[in-house]
């Protein structure tokens, strides 16, 4: 069969020939290179032209290189030489066909990944911000194609090695699109290395305020880049689901009343929006293994916040791009437990309850505070939020920020009020303010002295003391709360074991004696022989019995066991001698729990100091605990200590409004009361006869009444006024 000439006018007619028999159309093809070589020469000559016959070329030679790589080898080169030497003068819709014929080539592995990611880096010179944004959309596909099934981390080191020299680069638009890959592709969990958050830590000295910005941004947004949250717990995969299966739901029903109603754009864009609704959280819900926030990868946090420190003296300019500063400074104290102590007298000159966005500048005094911070430093600090904010002059929304800021500041350093009895009754004394949310914060300061230092609060504050406040008023603080249910844990093993071998002892005494009444029977000379064995078998139990009898404790008839003062060693050194597991942490943090929920018994106290007395320390066998399981653990509400303290714990205030909707509705309907009814007088003398004319046309609907109201509307002539007139004045005077 004859092959069918195509002409060159129909590129694409010709490129679909050509991917299905190159080898029929190889004069095409050489046809058409000499086109586009004449194409180039006269582009060569007026660069700034669109040349519309050379976009089309391009694309062409670009699409049907796969078909003929050898004649077409060098074409990736020719189009980087072209881009680089004519890229601000070329015209930017040529310039964009270059650009995806290179983004054609990378698809197909053509090109290598540094290949065009350096290209594409030297194009965002150009004033153009279509082709920027195009840019940097191609570089974060290609790398997420790269990491998409295995890292392969030769090839990632490059193109990180490539992205961190552009940020050096003292063109911004450039350095602006590398540090934008940087935090996308961490965000995305594809970059996680300690040399990806560094090189976005370098930034925050950049002289330009848009770099400074998003690396800021990249540390201190919470829930964004530099915390990554990751679904872990069955509660929060729950949630998931159910907001899945709503999302879905309201979907179909969208879909559904789409097929029976009426067709109508606003319906399709309303379905469309709740489509991409679901999709973009099915992605965002997606799980993963890495959970590592940018702050912790930080190689000298403490260089960094000094650094940040020396740049926020002599910073002058916004104030907002100061508050991030000092929420990054602060969060790098907190976290990593720093020494910063110029740091605290600068954060003091912005606690004034005039300040603007003061409740931020409360937290980072919070959040820079830790237990390694010195007592002076952190009293000073307090009491210029006490003196400024917690006094009867401001407002009561201000001094339950205040106490809500003490607080914070007390459960990460609580050695911050030793030694300021005068201080911590003036913060109790506010309990019983006449405004609600100043009574709540004070409580719970009040609760959390109760918890961590029971010393600085009166005996009538402390309320009925529990096992843990009474363990902390008698004695010094010991080296790990609740260690001693370990030292019990390990007397109650000791115990079993004694028991098991008592049982032991009893079995081999019952063999002997099994053994002796086989020796009667026998004849003297044998007889002589057993007996002798069984002295020497009771000498070796009665030996045996006594060395463990030394060890084992004695069980007295009330219940309780014994023992021996001398043969019990203390919890440090249970705690000096092993180390702890993950199942002893738990067992600990079960037992903190219980004490703190139960209250201290006087009795048991009694029983105790009177064994210790005698020289022994009594453990009851059969005593009554609570059942704490590892649910109790999930809900207890007390923070880690590596925990910031979060905006919603010094801004949220339990306030009542003197006003609110209840109050507003019971004023209003107590006002009804006695009045006469209010509405406009009827003008009827008969309440019970019929509507008019015009009060039926009001309760008529809108559409039956159109046409009369735009005859209304519509101005009358001389002609029509003179006729309604002579007819008016016929009915009023007839003949």
Known sequence: MPRQAVSLNNLLELQNKIKRDPVGYHEEFLQAHIHFKSSLDLFELEPNQPHKTLQQLVLF????????????????????????????????????????????????????????????????????????????????????????????????????????SKLKVPNVSVAKVALNVLVEMFRKRIWTEEKVVNSIANCLFSSHP??????????????????????????????????????????????????????????????????????????????????MPALDLIYDPQSLAEKLLKFLLGY??????????????????????????????????????????VTKCLLFAAQ???????SDVVEKLVRTICY??????????????????????????????NGNQELVDDLVQFKRHRNRGVVTASRSIIQLLKDINPHLLKRKDRGKPSEHMAGLLESEKPIIAGAEVLLQREIEEDNETSDHENEDDEEQWSDVASEAEMCDSDDADDTDECETDDESEKEGGISEDQGASAEVQKKLD????????????????????????????????????????????????????????????KVKVDEEVLDIGSDDLENES??????????????????????????????????????????????????????????KGRAKNFMMLRHKT????????????QQKLRNSLKRRYPK
Do not use: W
């Open 61 to 164: 030679i670009a699409y049907i290189t796969p078909c003929y790589k050898a004649e077409l080898a060098d074409t990736p080169v020719l189009f980087k030489t072209l881009l680089l030497r004519h890229k601000t003068n070329m015209h930017p819709h040529l310039r964009m066909s270059f650009c995806k014929a290179l983004t054609f080539y990378r698809n197909r592995k053509i090109i290598t990944s540094q290949f065009a990611t350096e290209v594409y880096f030297e194009l965002c010179t150009c004033q153009d911000k279509q082709l920027r944004s195009s840019i940097k959309k191609l570089i974060k596909a290609d790398i997420k194609n790269i990491n998409k099934n295995h890292k392969d981390r030769a090839l990632n080191s490059e193109l990180q090695n490539i992205v961190f």
């Open 210 to 291: 848009v770099m400074l910005v998003k690396s800021l941004a990249f540390f201190v947004k919470r829930n964004d880049a530099g915390e990554i949250d990751i679904p872990d717990s069955d509660s929060e995969h729950d949630d998931l689901e159910e907001k899945k299966q709503k999302h879905e739901k309201r979907l179909k029903s969208l879909l559904q009343a789409n097929v029976i109603t009426k067709k109508t754009k606003r319906k399709a864009r309303k379905i469309e929006r709740a489509k991409k609704l679901l999709k973009k959280e099915e992605k965002e819900n997606v799980s993963s293994s890495v959970n």
């Open 388 to 417: 400024n904010f917690i006094t009867d002059q401001n407002a009561d929304e201000v001094m339950a920020v205040g106490l809500n800021t003490v607080r914070e500041i007390i459960s990460r350093c609580p050695s911050a009020l």
């Open 368 to 374: 820079a505070i830790h237990e390694v911070v010195p």
């Open 558 to 617: 009330d219940g309780t066991i014994r023992i021996e003062s001398s043969e019990v060693e203390t919890t440090e050194d249970l705690l000096k001698s092993r180390i702890l597991t993950d199942e002893d942490f738990k067992k600990i943090k079960i037992e903190t729990l219980r004490k703190k929920m139960q209250f201290a018994s006087k009795a048991k106290k009694r029983k105790m100091e009177q064994a210790s007395k005698k020289g022994g320390k």
């Open 710 to 721: 735009k005859n209304k509307s519509r101005t009358r002539s001389f002609v029509e006024r």
């Open 316 to 357: 002058n300019g916004k104030f907002h791009i100061k508050l991030m500063i000092m929420d990054l400074i602060s969060r790098l104290i907190g976290m990593h437990q720093l020494m910063v102590l110029n740091f605290y007298p600068f954060i003091q000159r912005y606690l004034n309850a005039h300040q603007r966005d």
């Open 638 to 695: 007390s923070e880690s200590e590596n925990e910031l303290p979060t905006y919603e714990a010094i801004a949220k205030v339990n306030m009542k409004r003197r006003h609110d909707k209840d109050s507003k509705m019971a004023s209003v309907l107590a006002g009804r009361e006695g009045r006469e009814k209010f509405g406009r007088p009827q003008k009827r003398q008969n309440p019970h006869a019929s509507t008019t004319n015009v009060e």
